[in-house]
C-alpha cells in the first residue's frame, strides 16, 4: 500500500491524531509505503510517525490564523481563505496533477481538503480523519456574510468528494457532510517515568502547538510544586524546570506528570484522558470544537476548567486541590485506531 498523507500544522493536535493510526497501519501492511505532506517541524513528525516516511515539507492549509492558542484572528483569517480560493478551480488542478504523478493508492488527509478534491479529480479514493472539519468552523464564524458563501460551497464539495470522513470521538457533529463515518477515541499511550523531583508534583505547562506563553515568572511559589514550561519561554521562576530536560516524548511525559495545564484540544485532551492525568485547561475563544471536547473530557478525567484571569497571574491553588480531590475515571478505550486502520485498509485494498 502507498499512502499519502496530508496532516495540516494548524498545531499539533492533528499529529496527534494521524500518527498512532499510520503506526498501526504500518504494523498490518505489508511493504506499506508512506508520503507525508505537513509544514510541521520534521522533529516533531519523527517523535510521532515511527514508520519510515517520505517527507513533503509544504502545506496546503492553514486552518485558521490566530493570536494566541486560544483566539483566532478572524480579520486575517478571512482574508487568507478569500486568497486560498481565489483561483479554487487552478488549485485543484495542480493537485490532482501532483496526486497522479505521485501514484498513491489512497490519500488520507487531516483536515486540508485540497488533497480530497484533487483526488477526486485523478480518481484516487480519499478519506479524511479528524474531530473537526474547516467547513464547519468557517461556516460558525463567517456563515452570515455574503462573500463566504461561495468559499463555503467548494469546501463542502471537497470534504464530501471524500469516500468517508472518519469523525473521531469526541468530535464535531458534522451532519452536513453526508458521508462521516465515526471511529472511536484516538490517542497515543505512554510509559511513566520517574521525573527525579524528589516527590514534588509536577505539572505540564502545554499550550498545544500554536505560540501562547503564559507569565510563569510572575506566579506565586506553591510549596512542593513544579511548572514544567517549554525551554523557549526562558522562564526565570525559581520552580519552573524546561519540559526538555527530561529527553521524553511528549506522551511519556504527560504520562509522568501530576497534572497538564493547557486548552481544549483533541490531542492533549484525549492523551491525558487516556493515559489518567488530569487536566486543568482555560477556554478558548468562540471556538466551536471545544464544548464536545470539554463534555467528553468531564466524562473521562479528572478535570478542573480555570478562567483566563487566574490562569495568567497564576491562581492555581485551588484548581490543583480540586483535580486531586476527584475520583480518578476508567480510562477511555483507544478504539478509534483500529476502527481507521480497518476503514484505510478497505478503501485502499478496494481502489
Known amino acids: 500500500m502507498h499512502l499519502f498523507v496530508d496532516i495540516s500544522s494548524h498545531g499539533f493536535g492533528h499529529l496527534a491524531i494521524t500518527a498512532p493510526v499510520l503506526n498501526a497501519v504500518a504494523n498490518k501492511a505489508p511493504n506499506f509505503r508512506l508520503t507525508v505532506r505537513s509544514a510541521l517541524p520534521a522533529a516533531k513528525l519523527q517523535q510521532r510517525i515511527k514508520t519510515p516516511y517520505t517527507l513533503i515539507a509544504s502545506a496546503t492549509d492553514f486552518g485558521y490564523v490566530m493570536i494566541d492558542a486560544t483566539r483566532v484572528d478572524l480579520p486575517a483569517s478571512a482574508t487568507a481563505y478569500r486568497q486560498a480560493h481565489a483561483d479554487w478551480p487552478g488549485r485543484i488542478a ?3 496533477r501532483f496526486l497522479a504523478n505521485l501514484k498513491p493508492d ?5 483536515v486540508s481538503y485540497l488533497p480530497l478534491a484533487g483526488a477526486a479529480a485523478a480518481g484516487i479514493p480519499a478519506l479524511s480523519l ?5 467547513a464547519d468552523l468557517f461556516d460558525h464564524y463567517f456563515g452570515d456574510q455574503p462573500w463566504a ?17 472518519l469523525r473521531v470521538t469526541p468530535g464535531m457533529e458534522m451532519d452536513v457532510l453526508g458521508n462521516v463515518q465515526t471511529v472511536g477515541p484516538i490517542a497515543a499511550l505512554g510509559r511513566r517515568h520517574d521525573l527525579g523531583l524528589n516527590g514534588d508534583k509536577a505539572i505540564l505547562i502545554a499550550m498545544g502547538g500554536i505560540a501562547h506563553r503564559l507569565p510563569v515568572e510572575d506566579w506565586p511559589r506553591q510549596p512542593g510544586v513544579r511548572w514544567l514550561v517549554p525551554a523557549a519561554w526562558q522562564c526565570r521562576h525559581p520552580d519552573a524546570i524546561t519540559s526538555e530536560s527530561f529527553g521524553l516524548g511528549f506522551t511519556d511525559l504527560l504520562c509522568s506528570v501530576d497534572a497538564v495545564i493547557t486548552k481544549p484540544g483533541y490531542g492533549t ?9 488530569p487536566v486543568i485547561y482555560q477556554r478558548r475563544d468562540n471556538w466551536p470544537e471545544q464544548d464536545c471536547l470539554i463534555d467528553w473530557l468531564t466524562a473521562n478525567s479528572r478535570c478542573f476548567e480555570i478562567g483566563a484571569a487566574e490562569l495568567e497571574c497564576g491562581q492555581l491553588a485551588a484548581a490543583l486541590e480540586s483535580v486531586y480531590a476527584q475520583s480518578p475515571s476508567p480510562i477511555p478505550e483507544t478504539d478509534g485506531i483500529a476502527q481507521a ?3 484505510i485498509s478497505d478503501y485502499a485494498s478496494a481502489a
Do not use: P
Not at 106 to 110: F, S
Not at 130 to 134: A, G, H, T
Open 94 to 96: 495542480d493537485e490532482a
Open 106 to 110: 489512497l490519500v488520507l488527509t487531516n
Open 130 to 134: 479528524c474531530s473537526l472539519n474547516w
Open 149 to 165: 458563501k461561495e468559499i463555503h460551497a467548494e469546501m463542502l464539495a471537497a470534504y464530501r468528494s471524500a469516500q468517508a470522513f
Open 269 to 277: 485532551f484525549t492523551e491525558a484522558a487516556c493515559n489518567g492525568t
Open 341 to 343: 486502520v480497518r476503514a
